[in-house]
């Protein structure tokens, strides 16, 4: 299993457990920096996932992904 095959795997389980994430989060518990990237796959893989974007505390928008 590849590097970001096993991201994908990680990132579905944690959404599929009903946690939302943003690019911060997946830097965090994952290590990509690339959470867009990775998303995007699992959107072509057939998996629903839904972006909200949502604002930080210092004012920047970013975006939150949920099941």
């Known amino acids: 299993m590849s590097k970001t095959d ?3 795997t990680k990132i579905l ?3 599929k457990k009903g946690n939302k994430i943003t690019s911060f989060g997946g830097l965090e518990l994952f290590g990509t920096l690339r959470l867009g990237a990775r998303i995007f796959e699992l959107r072509n893989k057939g ?12 004012g920047k928008k970013v975006a939150e992904y949920s099941l």
């Open 13 to 15: 389980a944690y959404l």
């Open 6 to 8: 096993s991201q994908n």
């Open 47 to 58: 998996h629903a996932i839904k972006t909200e974007m949502i604002e930080t505390k210092s």
